[in-house]
């Protein structure tokens, strides 16, 4: 796991879109590397294509 992964994988624990284990069981269920399962449990439980899509659209709703 890149840095880059393990910041993100932390924050979407820190956001709370899943815990550790559903992170670790996604990975085990699919193939690929850690950003494409990241983004994919992103999208599924948030509906953004990527947790970067996620994060811009957090900082748009705390700035109104």
Request: glycine share 4%; with cysteine; net charge negative.
């Amino acid at each position: 796991m890149t840095t880059n992964e393990m910041f993100k994988y932390d924050m979407m624990i820190e956001y709370g879109i899943a815990t550790a284990d559903e992170l670790n069981l996604a990975r085990n269920l699919m193939d690929g590397e850690w950003n494409e399962v990241l983004d994919r449990v992103c999208y599924i439980r948030k509906g953004y294509r990527t947790f970067e899509q996620f994060l811009e659209a957090e900082m748009e709703d705390e700035e109104l």
